[in-house]
């Protein structure tokens, strides 16, 4: 049976708050090391974990309660005075932070948390009792967390038998009868588990069917897949939904009304003019419903950063530097669905950036700079996008260097690697296999971290830029819709063929007539405005023939190129609800729409059809005119 039988809405509430409160501590501590002697600080701390133990009390995660209590009881010294803020001590509180994210891991999948690492509970404790420097010196480095399903049982000398008792006991929670001679780790844990046992049972009792480790039969959460379904909504969100919702069904009942008094032969001015302004005003009621409840999904990005500081912390201090890392535009709001599939990007970025970009601190006074290196994330709002940046102030990238290493590893030709420009050089970065590191290491040097990036951020339909200046810095730009639902987009028509393209990358719109087309290196280009530029026939990206001359030409702009897409005519603006297709996604199409007909569309993914044509991009000019050219 269930320990968490009737209380599995008090699970979800607890997981919900719990987490954020850790990720509210992980980013306090990393503002704690810098400014330790920041009282404030350290009273929130304190009572982040004092209201962790507390709701884990309430669910009898005892080893949850004696983790908290432990740290709990760390913090109230240093907020007394009895005991100094410094990085050895981080380590070790950090290491518990990391441990307790572990067991939340646990209570997600049903299962009560298992006892906390004993060489964390052993340094958490010589760290109250004044010794943790004398503990530190037998290790050799900070333990990393790993995750925990049952206490870990001591390892055999290499060649010997199993400790199969030990093994038992460690998955089984039952000691044996027999007296057995317990190596020091399971001696560790023993003494571990009297203190547990005394906190736990003096603060909230503990049942007879209580054991570490022990499973529940996994409920609702089981579904979700690791995802979080739940989403938090401003209530005057919510009230706005609901007085919208009540106007349209006011405006239903007026055109319902309406539609009965022409259906009985009233068609006079009046009820044709009562008609157009019900019609004009569901329109916008229903406009203003669907952004008000996009505002729903809408969720502040500042979430996603709260555990980026932790991660640059940590990684700066394995490799020797000192990294700040700063938040920008924390209350930038982006869809939910989204801000998971940002985690592991931003991850990727970060660590190429803390490893690969900055400098070490003597390396950086050596080049007249600060010892301590800044990485910023950034998140701003620019239009209906969202601009996500990874800056740092650390080396920069050279552009020759990445083409050579890209010809060591045989990812590009030397005629190919003649023609790149910098730009085109630095995105040799996302070529999948693609690395400079000269080791393979834990954190890079397999060449799949930028492939990875890119990859995800597609997937969301947005784009990456690199802007690098050698000695400067560099900064990864990302670039993504505000929302995956709903999609601005301009109809355009093939043939008899509507199709629809973004209309974030439209610029205008231009009639295209024969004399305006000229032929520059065996390429059609028109002049807009002094520019030459290219003109793409639709038809040619599809894969389509040519048949006839396209009589407007639709002015696009991405990060990498601006060209002229050559259609046939257009059909005016939509806001397209993406249906996306999962089991069949042919190249090239984002997803479909449903026009008000019932006609179904293709929103084309027009980044993924020009980088489809490489360099073969373009068509002569008698290949565009087509059947007009030859004629003349």
Same mark, same amino acid.
């Given at each position: 049976?269930?320990?968490?039988?009737?209380?599995?809405?008090?699970?979800?509430?607890?997981?919900?708050?719990?987490?954020?409160?850790?990720?509210?501590?992980?980013?306090?501590?990393?503002?704690?090391?810098?400014?330790?002697?920041?009282?404030?600080?350290? &009273?929130?701390?304190?009572?982040?974990?004092?209201?962790?133990?507390?709701?884990? *009390?309430?669910?009898?995660?005892?080893?949850?309660?004696?983790?908290?209590?432990?740290?709990?009881?760390?913090?109230?010294?240093?907020?007394?005075?009895?005991?100094?803020?410094?990085?050895?001590?981080?380590?070790?509180?950090?290491?518990?932070?990391?441990?307790?994210?572990?067991?939340? *891991?646990?209570?997600?999948?049903?299962?009560?948390?298992?006892?906390?690492?004993?060489?964390?509970?052993?340094?958490?404790? @010589?760290?109250?009792?004044?010794?943790?420097?004398?503990?530190?010196?037998?290790?050799?480095?900070?333990?990393?967390?790993?995750? %925990?399903?049952?206490? @870990?049982?001591?390892?055999?000398?290499?060649?010997?038998?199993?400790?199969?008792?030990?093994?038992?006991?460690?998955?089984?929670?039952?000691?044996?009868?027999?007296?057995?001679?317990?190596?020091?780790?399971?001696?560790? %844990?023993?003494?571990?588990?009297?203190?547990?046992?005394?906190?736990?049972?003096?603060?909230?009792?503990?049942?007879?069917?209580?054991?570490?480790?022990?499973?529940?039969?996994?409920?609702?959460?089981?579904?979700?897949?690791?995802?979080?379904?739940?989403?938090?909504? +401003?209530?005057?969100?919510?009230?706005?939904?609901? &007085?919208? =919702?009540?106007?349209?069904?006011?405006?239903? &009942?007026?055109?319902?009304?309406?539609?009965?008094?022409?259906?009985?032969?009233?068609? +006079?001015?009046?009820?044709?003019?009562?008609?157009?302004?019900?019609? #004009?005003?569901?329109?916008?009621?229903?406009?203003?419903?669907?952004?008000?409840?996009?505002?729903?999904?809408?969720?502040?990005?500042?979430?996603?950063?709260?555990?980026?500081?932790?991660?640059?912390?940590?990684?700066?201090?394995?490799?020797?530097?000192?990294?700040?890392?700063?938040?920008? *535009?924390?209350?930038?709001?982006?869809?939910?669905?989204?801000?998971?599939?940002?985690?592991?990007?931003?991850?990727?970025?970060?660590?190429?950036?803390?490893?690969?970009?900055?400098?070490?601190?003597?390396?950086?006074?050596?080049?007249?700079? #600060?010892?301590?290196?800044?990485?910023?994330?950034?998140?701003?709002?620019?239009?209906?996008?969202?601009?996500?940046?990874?800056?740092?102030?650390?080396?920069?990238?050279?552009?020759?260097?990445?083409?050579?290493?890209?010809?060591?590893?045989?990812?590009?030709?030397?005629?190919?690697?003649?023609?790149?420009?910098?730009?085109?050089?630095?995105?040799?970065?996302?070529?999948?296999?693609?690395?400079?590191?000269?080791?393979?290491?834990?954190?890079?040097?397999?060449?799949?971290?930028?492939?990875?990036?890119?990859?995800?951020?597609?997937?969301?339909?947005?784009?990456?830029?690199?802007?690098?200046?050698? *000695?400067?810095?560099?900064?990864?730009?990302?670039?993504?819709?505000?929302?995956?639902?709903?999609?601005?987009?301009?109809?355009?028509?093939?043939?008899?063929?509507?199709?629809?393209?973004?209309?974030?990358?439209?610029?205008?719109?231009?009639?295209?007539?024969?004399?305006?087309?000229?032929?520059?290196?065996?390429?059609?280009?028109?002049?807009?405005?002094?520019?030459?530029?290219?003109?793409?026939?639709?038809? %040619?990206?599809?894969?389509?023939?040519?048949?006839?001359?396209?009589?407007?030409?639709?002015?696009?702009?991405?990060?990498?190129?601006?060209?002229?897409?050559?259609?046939?005519?257009?059909?005016?603006?939509?806001?397209?609800?993406?249906?996306?297709?999962?089991?069949?996604?042919?190249?090239?199409?984002?997803?479909?729409?449903?026009? =008000?007909?019932?006609?179904?569309?293709?929103?084309?993914?027009?980044?993924?059809?020009?980088?489809?044509?490489?360099?073969?991009?373009?068509?002569?000019?008698?290949?565009?005119?087509?059947?007009?050219?030859?004629?003349?």
């Amino acid at each position: 049976m269930s320990d968490f039988q009737g209380m599995e809405d008090l699970l979800q509430d607890f997981l919900v708050e719990a987490t954020d409160l850790l990720s509210g501590v992980d980013n306090k501590l990393v503002d704690l090391e810098k400014t330790p002697g920041d009282r404030g600080l350290l &009273n929130e701390i304190f009572r982040g974990f004092h209201t962790i133990k507390g709701g884990a *009390g309430f669910l009898n995660a005892h080893e949850l309660v004696a983790l908290c209590h432990l740290t709990e009881n760390l913090f109230d010294k240093l907020r007394n005075g009895e005991m100094n803020v410094t990085p050895v001590l981080m380590d070790v509180i950090l290491d518990a932070t990391a441990i307790v994210r572990d067991m939340f *891991g646990a209570l997600e999948r049903g299962m009560q948390p298992s006892a906390a690492d004993a060489g964390v509970m052993s340094r958490l404790r @010589s760290a109250l009792a004044g010794e943790l420097s004398a503990a530190k010196e037998s290790v050799a480095a900070p333990a990393a967390p790993v995750a %925990r399903a049952v206490p @870990s049982a001591p390892a055999a000398p290499v060649g010997s038998e199993p400790d199969w008792v030990a093994l038992h006991q460690a998955v089984t929670g039952v000691v044996p009868s027999a007296p057995q001679a317990v190596p020091e780790p399971a001696a560790a %844990r023993s003494a571990n588990d009297g203190e547990v046992a005394e906190v736990v049972n003096a603060a909230f009792g503990r049942r007879a069917a209580d054991r570490p480790g022990a499973s529940a039969p996994t409920g609702r959460r089981d579904a979700e897949k690791g995802r979080d379904n739940s989403i938090r909504v +401003d209530t005057s969100r919510l009230d706005q939904v609901l &007085n919208l =919702s009540g106007e349209i069904g006011l405006t239903k &009942n007026r055109l319902t009304s309406l539609r009965a008094d022409i259906l009985a032969g009233k068609s +006079d001015s009046d009820t044709l003019h009562a008609l157009d302004a019900a019609v #004009s005003q569901l329109d916008l009621l229903v406009s203003d419903l669907q952004n008000a409840v996009m505002k729903t999904r809408m969720q502040p990005i500042g979430r996603l950063f709260q555990k980026y500081p932790r991660i640059a912390r940590d990684l700066a201090r394995n490799l020797g530097k000192d990294v700040e890392l700063a938040l920008v *535009g924390e209350e930038t709001e982006i869809d939910k669905t989204m801000i998971e599939d940002l985690s592991d990007p931003i991850i990727h970025l970060i660590r190429n950036a803390v490893d690969h970009g900055v400098e070490t601190p003597d390396e950086r006074m050596a080049q007249g700079k #600060s010892g301590k290196s800044v990485v910023r994330l950034e998140a701003r709002q620019e239009g209906d996008h969202i601009v996500i940046m990874v800056a740092d102030d650390g080396r920069g990238m050279n552009a020759e260097r990445l083409r050579a290493k890209a010809l060591e590893r045989g990812l590009i030709t030397d005629e190919e690697a003649n023609t790149l420009d910098e730009r085109a050089s630095l995105n040799l970065v996302f070529l999948p296999g693609f690395s400079t590191a000269a080791t393979v290491s834990d954190v890079s040097g397999r060449g799949v971290g930028m492939d990875v990036v890119k990859t995800n951020i597609q997937k969301l339909n947005g784009s990456i830029e690199i802007r690098s200046v050698q *000695g400067k810095g560099t900064t990864f730009v990302i670039s993504l819709p505000l929302t995956l639902a709903i999609l601005p987009v301009l109809l355009v028509r093939l043939a008899e063929q509507h199709f629809a393209v973004p209309l974030s990358m439209v610029r205008e719109i231009l009639p295209i007539q024969q004399e305006d087309i000229q032929e520059v290196g065996g390429r059609a280009t028109m002049v807009v405005r002094g520019e030459v530029m290219p003109v793409l026939p639709l038809a %040619r990206l599809l894969g389509w023939p040519q048949k006839n001359h396209p009589q407007y030409g639709v002015l696009m702009q991405s990060a990498e190129s601006s060209f002229i897409l050559a259609i046939d005519n257009f059909a005016g603006r939509e806001d397209a609800v993406i249906k996306s297709l999962d089991d069949f996604r042919p190249k090239g199409v984002a997803g479909v729409t449903t026009l =008000s007909n019932g006609q179904i569309v293709l929103i084309l993914d027009m980044k993924e059809l020009l980088g489809s044509m490489g360099d073969t991009r373009g068509v002569s000019r008698s290949s565009l005119l087509g059947n007009v050219a030859r004629a003349a």
